[in-house]
């Protein structure tokens, strides 16, 4: 699970072991999260502020701000695109946050949402190396000139629609 991967890190290589886990309420967003935070936990963290929010939120200050006031310097962000905004809107408030997130945070919308505060992000990501998968990018850039920008999504989405198109024939 890439929360555990994204916890792990976080335990053995960032120093204060306090976090504010901020995530969007999506069924995905907060499995990764509760995963994350369980993880994290299990491993000797501490986590201070665990707050959800919905996919159309936008201005983030008043979770980011509970966050420096709890004492946290780290955030473990998850969600989409929106999430972009989050540390955007710290570093315009001025707080230094050690950002952790996942690989949600490699899409153009979110690196567009996060604007001059990209810089320094943490993020875990699945990396797929098998030959299915390297098979599949060709086609995908052969079609579209540009690799998927998201690897995992775009493979099971792959993946899903070749299973239902298998058990169609049958």
């Known amino acids: 699970n890439i929360g555990y991967t994204i916890a792990d890190y976080a335990v053995k290589n960032i120093k204060d072991k306090k976090v504010a886990v901020i995530y969007n309420q999506d069924p995905f967003a907060v499995l990764v999260s509760r995963a994350f935070k369980s993880k994290y936990e299990e491993l000797g963290g501490i986590v201070l502020i665990d707050e959800g929010y919905q996919l159309e939120t936008q201005d983030f200050r008043t979770i980011l701000l509970k966050a420096k006031n709890s004492g946290v310097k780290s955030i473990a962000i998850f969600g989409y ?79 899903t629609a070749m299973s239902i198109a298998a058990a169609m024939k049958t």
């Open 81 to 159: 695109d929106e999430s972009g905004l989050i540390p955007k809107q710290a570093k315009e408030m001025g707080l230094g946050f050690t950002i952790l997130t996942i690989d949600t945070a490699t899409s153009g919308l979110f690196l567009t949402n996060a604007w001059n505060a990209k810089e320094g992000i943490i993020f875990s990501s699945w990396d797929a190396a098998g030959s299915d998968y390297k098979e599949f990018e060709a086609k995908f850039v052969a079609k579209y000139g540009v690799k998927p920008q998201q690897p995992l999504f775009s493979a099971a989405g792959y993946d």
